[in-house]
């Protein structure tokens, strides 16, 4: 079955640690999104990768890292930069990145800091 | 740029009876938008999408939404709720200028009472 696998599903970190967060997708997509959900504040766009080896900041990346060396992988980092990490993370992919296009979503991981 | 805008962050509704849920949007550029529906440490599931077709939309499940591009609202209606329908739900717009980045709102809670 095709699908977006994210891992781990739950993480807990200490403060000044960097984690990662997988995301790994068999769909054949070229766009891979990451974002961040909060209570009451829905989805905010951290990253967003429209093609291999080519990624670029959303709305709120700063304390956030990604990279994307594979089309089937788009790693999530959250450094000790970033002042308030506890939140419920999603990664998601499109066939493309044009406009109008369904983006599927992984379960999610959630992160808390300890 | 675009916003979103959910009215009501809860939503309590009798099995059988309307579901409504509202969404107002705001784009510099003829929209999508989208309804997506959240179960409980889920990732996110379409529900429908408008792309500039039909102004009425359906979706799966029994859900429809209406595009008024005079009132800039994009609302969900269910015509009988079941059980089933207790979720979250995300209203999302994007534009064809913001390729697929989509700025979702902050979510509605629907709990649907026997």
């Known amino acids: 079955d095709g699908g977006i696998t994210q891992s781990p599903k739950y993480l807990f970190r200490k403060e000044g640690q960097n984690v990662t967060l997988s995301c790994e997708q068999n769909?054949?997509?070229?766009?891979m999104y990451w974002y961040r959900q909060d209570p009451g504040q829905g989805l905010r766009l951290i990253y967003y990768?429209?093609?291999?080896?080519?990624?670029q900041k959303g709305d709120i990346a700063e304390g956030y890292s990604v990279s994307r060396e594979k089309k089937e992988s788009f790693p999530l980092t959250v450094t000790s930069a970033q002042k308030n990490p506890t939140a419920f993370y999603l990664c998601?992919?499109?066939?493309?990145?044009?406009?109008?296009?369904?983006?599927?979503f992984g379960e999610g991981s959630r992160l808390t800091v300890l | 740029a675009q916003s979103v805008t959910q009215l009501g962050s809860h939503v309590s509704v009798s099995e059988g009876a309307l579901v409504l849920l509202r969404c107002n949007y705001s784009s510099s550029v003829p929209p999508y938008l989208f309804w997506y529906v959240q179960y409980p440490n889920q990732g996110l599931q379409l529900l429908l999408k408008y792309t500039s077709a039909a102004t009425l939309v359906k979706g799966i499940n029994g859900f429809e939404a209406e595009f008024k591009k005079s009132e800039t609202s994009f609302h969900l209606t269910k015509p009988s709720a079941h059980m089933s329908d207790a979720a979250e739900y995300f209203c999302a717009v994007g534009g064809k200028a913001a390729g697929n980045k989509l700025t979702f709102g902050g979510g509605t809670r629907v709990l649907v009472k026997p």
């Open positions: 990768s429209q093609i291999v080896n080519d990624f």
């Open positions: 769909l054949n997509h070229d766009a």
């Open positions: 998601a992919s499109s066939i493309g990145a044009s406009g109008g296009r369904e983006l599927f």
